[in-house]
């Protein structure tokens, strides 16, 4: 059953995180597509996870290369440039955090969101 239970919080957390990047893209870019924001949540995850154990041990700078690689991830799917990735990415963890608090106001807590760093 714990197998199960992983399966079922990752899931959802990658659920919730995807939704975090919709709204953001949905907001800045005006993209209406949920199934690309899971997508991107997912892959942002993967290069958040790998270039962090790569880089993430440097004081100071290797914090900043591992946003700014999660922030080129939004940048590679979504239009526009830098700035506009960086406003999705932090559009996305403003909607994730009000998420994730609705959930916990509910009784449903325990999920965390996967592909939205510091969430």
């Known amino acids: 059953m714990a197998i199960l239970d992983s399966v079922v919080v990752f899931l959802v ?3 919730v995180g995807g939704l975090g990047i919709y709204l953001g893209a949905l907001v800045i870019t005006d993209t209406d597509d949920y199934s690309r924001a899971v997508w991107t949540a997912l892959i942002g995850a993967i290069i958040w996870g790998v270039v962090g154990f790569l880089f993430g041990w440097i004081p100071l700078l290797g914090p900043a290369i591992v946003l700014l690689a ?3 991830v939004i940048k590679a799917r979504y ?8 406003l999705i990415a932090l559009s996305a963890w403003a909607a994730t955090v009000l998420i994730l608090y609705g959930l916990a106001v509910v009784g449903v807590g325990g999920f965390d969101a996967i592909g939205v760093p510091g969430v």
């Open 13 to 15: 957390s990658l659920l």
């Open 70 to 72: 999660y922030v080129a």
């Open 79 to 86: 239009p526009g440039g830098w700035v506009t990735a960086a």
